[in-house]
Every structure is written in C-alpha cells, then in structure tokens.
C-alpha cells in the first residue's frame, strides 16, 4: 500500500515529511510548488523521520527541492535521513554536501 507523501508545516520553517518518498508517493504538486518555498522562512529544514519507504525518485525530488531553493537563496537541511536514502546520497556524492554531511556526521 502506498502512503502519498505530504508536508506537515511545524512552523519557523520546519517540517515535517510524511508517507512514501518513492516514485508512487510522489505528487506532480509537491515537485513544481514545494509549500516551503512560499513560507517566507529564509532557513528550511525537512524532517524525514515520518518517511515510510523511500527509492531513487525520494533522491531525486530531494535534489529537485535543493535546486529550488537555491534558486530563491533559501538555505534548505534535511534531518532524519533515512538509511536508505542516505546510501543512496553516498553513491552519488551528495553526501558530501552540507545538506546531507551534519546527518552523516551525527550517524557515524
């Protein structure tokens, strides 16, 4: 069963990610318009303890939204990473990003 993804809004630019970080889980809208970007927060963190499955699409839509908010000079983290995605992260090299090292670093 799938369990479409949603952002759970915490305030003071966090929130919380819920559902499935995979290809079947993932609305086109979350893609194009991320809810985060027109918060008006200038530092976003993505909390990603809620995620239940994740593949190579939860890495992709997670590149998507780093590019988005460089974009608009946003300052984007992820916490609670999941193993899965956080592998993934250290096959393409994108765990030697700041967006993935602090977690990385708090693993090891």
Do not use: C
């Not at 946003?74 to 994108?94: E, S, W």
Request: charged share 20%; no cysteine; proline share 4%.
């Amino acid at each position: 069963m799938t369990h479409k993804l949603s952002l759970i809004s915490k305030g003071n630019g966090r929130w919380l990610i819920h559902g499935d970080l995979t290809f079947a889980g993932i609305h086109k809208k979350i893609i194009d318009s991320p809810p985060f970007i027109k918060q008006g927060n200038d530092n976003i963190i993505l909390d990603l303890a809620q995620v239940t499955n994740t593949d190579s699409a939860g890495l992709a839509l997670m590149i998507e939204w780093i590019k988005q908010t460089r974009a608009q000079r946003l300052r984007l983290h992820f916490k609670n990473i999941p193993n899965q995605l956080l592998n993934l992260a250290k096959l393409t090299g994108l765990d030697k990003t700041p967006y993935f090292s602090l977690e990385l670093q708090k693993k090891n």
